[in-house]
């Protein structure tokens, strides 16, 4: 499965990642900038918040209680198309996902 991380300098990183693998956990593996996923994973630290493309929004499953909470803690603005990174993978009809990082996330 594709994973497009676009960052706001207009630069793209695409991955190529086994399916069942989470947009935090692929970038953070790959060294893509501006995802940190402090907590490993566990929907509690939304240092890996993403802005998940319009085209793909439906494909995922909703947002999670623990998710949505944390989604309220995110650095830069919380929007529609914000997601925690950790809590979306791809595969299993996923085959493809582009997200935009958050600018001033480190
Ligand atoms: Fe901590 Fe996603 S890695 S909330």
């Known amino acids: 499965a594709k994973i497009s991380f676009h960052h706001g300098d207009g ?22 900038s501006g995802i940190v ?28 209680d623990d998710e949505d909470e944390m989604l309220d803690c995110t650095v830069d603005e919380r929007t529609d198309r914000s997601r925690l990174g950790c809590q979306v993978k791809v595969g299993d009809g996923l085959e493809a996902i582009e997200v935009d990082v958050p600018e001033s996330q480190v």
Request: charged share 15%; aromatic share 4%.
């Open 11 to 32: 630069s793209t990183d695409v991955l190529e990642v086994e399916p069942g693998t989470s947009v935090m956990r692929a970038a953070v593996t790959n060294g893509v």
């Open 37 to 64: 996923g402090e907590c490993g994973g566990q929907a509690m630290c939304a240092t890996c918040h993403v802005y998940v493309r319009q085209e793909y929004l439906d494909a995922l499953p909703p947002v999670g």
